[in-house]
């Protein structure tokens, strides 16, 4: 049912934990589920990350995709982690079963939140990022739809 690579991720997540005085920190959950996700992103001067951490109260596929989510953000530029889409974060896991998709759009958005606080606290502009929702249970729909 799951890939080997939703399976390590879910085994030995990467970069969990969390980051102190982070740039940005971004908080997600679906009241449907009720699994919570949070991201940690340090990001320097040039607009880089350095660091990225999460911490998820959810499910196993929703731990595999923020491990995943932050493998790929992590040393991008912030224009370049917001291309990171939920769906980059599934074909990078060898996919999700489709009930498992919303999980991975937890990932996309939380890590959204923390570049729209890091934008928040910096007083910038992201170019392409929209405030970001607290609850994706509203997005999920749509989403499902297309897989
Ligand atoms: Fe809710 Fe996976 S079941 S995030």
Known sequence: MYSEKVMDHFNNPRNMGEIEDASGVGTVGNAKCGDIMRMYLDIDD???IQDVKFKTFGCGAAVATSSMATELVKGKTVQEALAVTNKAVMEALDGLPPVKVHCSLLAEE???AAL???????HITIEGLSRPVSDIGEKEEDVEEDY
Do not use: F, L
């Open 46 to 48: 040039s607009g880089r």
């Open 116 to 122: 729209w606080d890091y934008a928040e606290k910096n």
């Open 110 to 112: 939380a890590i959204h």
